[in-house]
């Protein structure tokens, strides 16, 4: 969400430039940045409850390296860019929208230094949060997240009252709230019932079906709520299914992260 906040004014302005209509450009964004988000642990919430669900119930005997997704993301990010390049433009409905955007913004104000700091405080958090997997004494990914926010304010880049508006209350408070439900599916049996159920409907079909059905719950589920909702739910089912059926868990709770970021058939 914060990539496709970023990206809508400009995105605005070169439809505005170009006389393109700005849903033809505003549709392949979203697809862009859902199916990107596959690629790295951080490019979504759900990636997080994948990684924290497979570290926490294999009690730290798997991992989940930084850009263990791409292996899935990078395949689905390129055959997407495909299906829109030849078949996008004809799918998206032509309607008229209004093209005015802030992307014309006046930065003349904005001290040069400013830029330089920015930039250079993203490029080494998202290479400390790489590099976490490698050197071991660095601190944990959201640590690092935070020192950078924590540079910015105290260098005057951002203000206290422009940090806590960009703060998203709704995926913390979400994250906190459900991660815990996911936990006691668990601790319960819940989530096993909820495994027996699945595996009842597909029988000895082999892991392939039972995984298949697995995917098209989580997508299903994802079109009436949210996908972080949905993953956190379902994340823990998916690993109690693979432990049932003898499959690798960490396959089948990516399978089930997978299945709930590319669920796009409503705006849920």
């Not at 400009?10 to 697809?31: E, H, T, W």
């Not at 093209?99 to 040069?112: N, V």
């Not at 203000?159 to 703060?167: A, G």
């Amino acid at each position: 969400s914060g990539t496709v906040a970023v990206l809508i004014p400009i995105v605005l302005g070169i439809a505005a430039s170009s006389q393109i209509k700005p849903i033809k450009l505003l549709m392949p964004l979203v697809f862009g940045a859902t199916i990107g988000a596959d690629i790295s642990i951080i490019g979504s919430p759900g990636n997080l409850i994948a990684k924290n669900t497979i570290e926490t119930f294999s009690k730290g005997s798997l991992s989940v390296p930084f850009f263990e997704y791409a292996k899935i993301g990078i395949p689905l990010l390129i055959a997407c860019s495909v299906f829109l390049y030849f078949f996008g433009s004809k799918l998206i409905a032509d309607r008229d929208g209004n093209t005015q955007s802030d992307s014309q913004m006046d930065y003349s104000q904005i001290p040069a230094w400013h830029r330089n700091l920015t930039l250079a405080v993203f490029i080494l958090s998202i290479a400390g949060m790489v590099a976490t997997d490698y050197i071991k004494f660095l601190p944990p990914m959201h640590i690092i997240a935070c020192c950078a926010a924590i540079v910015l304010v105290f260098a005057g880049v951002l203000t206290q009252k422009e940090t806590f508006n960009s703060f998203e209350t709704l995926t913390v408070f979400m994250l906190a709230f459900m991660m815990p439900l996911g936990a006691a599916l668990n601790s319960t049996g819940a989530g096993e019932m909820i495994a027996n159920a699945v595996i009842s409907v597909t029988g000895d079909s082999g892991v392939m079906i039972i995984m298949a059905s697995l995917w098209i719950l989580t997508w299903a589920l994802t079109q009436v709520m949210s996908n972080t909702a949905a993953c956190t739910l379902l994340c823990p089912v998916g690993w109690t299914i693979a432990q049932s059926i003898g499959a690798d868990p960490r396959a089948v709770v990516i399978a089930v992260f997978i299945a709930s970021s590319v669920a796009v058939c409503t705006p849920m």
